[in-house]
């Protein structure tokens, strides 16, 4: 972690009383910023928190996919703690989402995605990870578009999963939504990211800034 992180709960002091879209303002219980290590590796994102993780203020928390992926990062030695845990004790792994407020009667507007994307591009830019993990379909599509050579519509998340994408500046490793992981999909992840990326010199896919 780095030696200047005080907290793993919105570490950058993000904005957390944002009022770019209206018509989230007046319905969300709060705004869920990223969390984790900010010296992280491995970055996480999924499209938009749950009900769950809005009502815990973490990143994949609160719920049995919340459990799916803190179970994902548990094994794959990132988390400490237990995986219902609200605010995991998490290393080398950050976990955020492409939109940071929640409507309870339906998914994000392009619009949205648009609007939240200079926190998730801030958070890129100060973490620089190695490895992006986009976690379900509408998170491939927006982070293929802004970091390989593909058409976003190209990407089937149902194809990528537990592959590694070779990206500008970053390599992609796509994950199924939690919610639709059988537990074969979540051992495929799990064992291509043991056998296929810890066992290769990723390290080499950008040059890291000094720690």
Known sequence: MDANQRQFKNPFSMDADCTNCSALCEVRQQVVH????????????GEAPSAAAEET???????????RVQSILGELGFVRSEPDADEPDIQNA??????????PERGPTEN???TCEPFLNAEIRMINPHIIVPVGQAAL??????YTTRAADSFDIDAEHATTIRGRGFELVPMKAPEDQTDEDTR??????????????YRQTKGRRSR
């Open 34 to 45: 990223g969390y984790g290590d900010v010296g992280a590796e491995f970055l996480f994102v």
């Open 57 to 67: 203020g973490v990143p994949f928390t609160g719920d049995e996919a919340g459990e």
């Open 94 to 103: 950050f976990v955020t989402y492409l939109t940071r407020c929640r409507h």
């Open 112 to 114: 949205e995605i648009s």
């Open 141 to 146: 599509e927006a982070l293929a578009f802004d």
């Open 188 to 201: 495929a992840f799990i064992d291509h990211v043991v056998e296929e990326v810890f066992d290769r010199d």
